[in-house]
């Protein structure tokens, strides 16, 4: 079985360093319970939102980023069993390419680069299943569409949901 795996929000933590980086610059106290069911630019000053939203254009942010809890675990078991591909919408931010390779590299070495898809569109995906975050990726999706939580996705409905790895593994493994 094909399956995709989305990055952000997914096997890495960018929501908690929007978050981190936005109290650093303006020394905020701004929490991840504040922001649930939204963007993180959507919870600071409109003077403030341009600064959050380029956080994914500054160099090393991507690179920098926290894998999420139980992915490296559950996905090496999984890359075990399934055909596993990496489909992260990278084109949007050209640093991203360079820096979401060496961040794979770093851990998740198991997956090699032949895997990864970095891309713009994820429509063109055809496979089995699809973890993200995003429903307009899973929207399109021919095969079972698995949407993993994350704060700004807490109240979307119509997809089968995971809240962790831990769950992805019940599911899949």
Request: aromatic fraction near 10%; charged fraction near 30%; charge should be negative.
């Amino acid at each position: 079985m094909v399956l995709f795996v989305d990055m952000d929000e997914v096997m890495a933590d960018t929501y908690g360093a929007h978050v981190e980086i936005y109290n650093r610059d303006f020394q905020e106290c701004l929490t991840i319970d504040h922001c649930m069911g939204s963007e993180v630019w959507q919870n600071v000053p409109e003077k403030r939102q341009r600064s959050v939203r380029d956080h994914a254009r500054t160099r090393g942010f991507f690179r920098d980023l926290t894998p999420m809890p139980d992915s490296q675990e559950v996905l090496k078991k999984i890359n075990d069993q399934y055909e596993v591909y990496i489909a992260s919408a990278a084109m949007q931010f050209p640093n991203s390419l360079e820096e979401k390779s060496e961040w794979l590299d770093e851990h998740f070495p198991f997956i090699p680069w032949q895997n990864r898809i970095l891309c713009g569109h994820k429509h063109i995906l055809n496979g089995d299943i699809l973890i993200d975050d995003r429903s307009y990726n899973l929207e399109k999706f021919r095969g079972r569409s698995l949407l993993f939580t994350s704060p700004h996705n807490i109240h979307t409905q119509g997809f089968e949901r995971v809240n962790n790895w831990k769950e992805v593994a019940e599911k899949l493994l």
